[in-house]
């Protein structure tokens, strides 16, 4: 079954607007790692959060690890039409495979 | 450094046949893993290798198997294909086995 569950699956806001999309794993994790993907694109690394309760920003982008190491969120502040994309967390237990999440699809009306 | 290149972009096949994916890492990077992704869907990870050995495998049957070569180039192949085959695959590399992935533009993938 799936080890790693997004929510939601879907996120329409105005620009200007946060967003935020939640990962929950059934067991501890080891770590977890966040991906954007544009329209047509392939996955791209955005960070990968190691410690329990690691918080991490770049610019707009708030990344959070719990403190159980069984969730995590991304956090957009003030949304722009180029963040765009459907954004996956994946999570992995020591050195096994990565579980990606169903991810969260993000539109943003200008 | 061309990043993860996949070969080809799209293929169509019918049910029954054979298809063979392939795909180079990021130059230093020698552990590559495949994943399947349905349209909709996260990637669903198939197998990984390290070491010109497969380290680890999903929940896919043994009709998929895959290759490294001593470069670390990879391929993934898949027999007796299904309509419910036709999706993306993704080949991402890495330089260890926990670290980020880096993922290549992808195989479109029609079973007809």
């Known amino acids: 079954g799936q080890q790693v569950m997004q929510i939601p699956q879907y996120q329409h806001v105005q620009e200007g607007e946060d967003f935020t999309t939640y990962c929950n794993s059934s067991?501890?994790?080891?770590?977890i790692q966040w991906y954007k993907q544009r329209p047509g694109g392939h996955p791209v690394f955005l960070i990968q959060?190691?410690?329990?309760?690691e918080v991490k920003k770049q610019k707009r982008l708030t990344f959070q690890f719990g403190e159980a190491k069984k969730n995590s969120s991304l956090h957009i502040t003030a949304t722009q039409t180029t963040d765009v994309g459907t954004y996956f967390c994946?999570?992995?237990?020591?050195?096994?495979?990565?579980?990606f999440g169903s991810g969260t699809k993000l539109n943003v009306k200008p | 450094d061309a990043g993860v290149t996949q070969s080809p972009t799209h293929l169509i096949k019918t049910r029954g046949q054979q298809v063979t994916l392939r795909c180079s890492p990021k130059?230093?990077?020698?552990?590559v893993s495949w994943y399947q992704q349905a349209l909709g869907q996260g990637p669903q990870f198939i197998f990984q290798y390290y070491e010109e050995e497969e380290r680890q495998r999903g929940n896919f049957p043994d009709r998929f198997s895959g290759h490294q070569f001593p470069n670390y180039s990879s391929e993934l192949n898949v027999n007796a294909l299904l309509l419910g085959d036709s999706a993306l695959y993704l080949c991402?590399?890495?330089?260890?086995?926990?670290?980020?992935?880096?993922f290549g533009p992808g195989t479109r993938l029609t079973v007809l």
């Open positions: 959060l190691v410690k329990s309760g």
């Open positions: 067991t501890t994790l080891s770590n």
């Open positions: 994946a999570g992995q237990r020591g050195f096994n495979k990565f579980y």
């Open positions: 991402a590399s890495s330089p260890d086995l926990y670290n980020e992935q880096f």
């Open positions: 130059s230093g990077h020698d552990t």
